[in-house]
Antibody, heavy 121, light 107 residues
Framework: QVHLQEAGPGQLRPSETLSLTCTIF??????????WTWIRQVPGKGLEWLGS???????SFNPSLKNRVGMFVGTSENQFSLELTSVSVEDSAVYYC?????????????WGQGALVTVSS | DIALTQSPDTLSVSPGERATLSCRAS???????LAWYQQKQGQAPRFIIF???FRADDTPDRFSGSGSGTDFTLTISSVEPEDSAVYFC?????????FGQGTKLEI
């Protein structure tokens, strides 16, 4: 059974860089037929897709993030990471990593339990 | 970006009743590439429907999805207490993928 777990700092100051790592259990980034993705949710609000990563290192990102986002395959095949530069209070959210089915732009499952990130001065 | 509008915002039903949740897209969802998710309090979302009408392996058959084009529906034929959750729709026919704002189902 596949499950995922996010890890990273819970608090940041404005202008800092957010770095999160997702560890995959029961699967590998190199598994065919899937992308690996990051999604965030402002508590009590909706969901926003941030970007997706293929095992080759190729990635696609939500244009709304205006070139602030990067995603990388980890040194081990069961990890991938997210970097978001120049954070502001508007980036405070729960950040989820998830497996993405590679049918067109794909649906997501399973998801990690989420990592709460708070940006505050 | 395709905007997804869900209605109602909150739906209150009694156990055994039928629940109907709506998701309307601002433009046609290509190939009916629409998924539904269930998010229980304090948990991550879990996908329950993909391709507008196909259940995930672990989705009970009281859940069904229907619709095409711009109008999609999630129906729970006979609601059970454990179905209390927020339900989101998501389109994956166009990039960027987008989500609806959610419908809260109260039992």
């Amino acid at each position: 059974q596949v499950h995922l777990q996010e890890a990273g700092p819970g608090q940041l100051r404005p202008s800092e860089t957010l770095s999160l790592t997702c560890t995959i259990f029961g699967a590998s980034v190199s598994d065919g037929g899937f992308y690996w993705t990051w999604i965030r949710q402002v508590p009590g609000k909706g969901l926003e897709w941030l970007g997706s990563l293929y095992h080759t290192g190729a990635a696609s990102f939500n244009p709304s993030l205006k070139n602030r986002v990067g995603m990388f395959v980890g040194t081990s095949e069961n990890q991938f990471s997210l970097e978001l530069t120049s954070v502001s209070v508007e980036d405070s959210a729960v950040y989820y990593c998830a497996r993405q089915f590679s049918v067109r732009y794909g649906w997501f499952g399973p998801w990690g339990q989420g990592a709460l990130v708070t940006v505050s001065s | 970006d395709i905007a997804l509008t869900q209605s109602p915002d909150t739906l209150s039903v009694s156990p055994g009743e039928r629940a109907t949740l709506s998701c309307r897209a601002s433009e046609t969802v290509d190939s009916d590439y629409l998924a539904w998710y269930q998010q229980k309090q304090g948990q991550a979302p879990r996908f329950i429907i993909f391709g507008a009408s196909f259940r995930a392996d672990d989705t009970p058959d009281r859940f069904s999805g229907s619709g095409s084009g711009t109008d999609f529906t999630l129906t729970i034929s006979s609601v059970e207490p454990e179905d209390s959750a927020v339900y989101f729709c998501q389109q994956y026919g166009s990039s960027p993928v987008t989500f609806g704002q959610g419908t809260k189902l109260e039992i």
